[in-house]
């Protein structure tokens, strides 16, 4: 089973841009569908955004920071790390950012319940 550590989390003014980054061990991340998920204070954890590496399959939420092309998920094969680039950040955005790592015929999914390694999370936060 694959061990995932996020990173890059912090604090940064509306308007900021921070990158996210998943590392990868046990398992190479090309071997998973690899998705980035967030939960705000008081609110369900939702889905951000997806990659499978293997076919560059990347997939986004709809109406949502990632949608609207502020946010890119991409992967290092070299690294073994998938990374978040977050971009033009608003408030709104302050959460907790998890990576998870879905079996690949899971593929496109947006559900928590197809991710069966989570990291534990790294904590974003944005101000006005």
């Known amino acids: 089973q694959v061990q995932l550590v996020e990173s890059g989390g912090g604090s940064v003014q509306a308007g900021g841009s921070l990158r996210l980054s998943c590392a990868a061990s046990?398992?190479?991340?090309?071997?998973?569908?690899m998705a980035w998920f967030r939960q705000a204070p008081g609110k369900e954890r939702e889905f951000v955004a997806g990659?499978?590496?293997?076919?560059?399959?990347?997939?986004?939420?709809d109406n949502s920071e990632s949608g609207k092309g502020r946010f890119t998920i991409s992967g290092d094969n070299a690294k073994n790390t998938v990374y978040l680039q977050m971009n033009r950040l608003k408030p709104e955005a302050t959460a907790v950012y998890y990576c998870?790592?879905?079996?690949?015929?899971?593929?496109?999914?947006?559900?928590?319940?197809?991710?069966?390694?989570w990291g534990q999370g790294t904590q974003v936060t944005v101000s006005s």
């Open positions: 046990g398992r190479t991340f090309r071997s998973y569908y």
């Open positions: 990659l499978k590496s293997t076919g560059n399959n990347i997939y986004y939420a």
């Open positions: 998870a790592a879905a079996d690949p015929t899971d593929r496109g999914s947006r559900q928590q319940r197809d991710f069966a390694s």
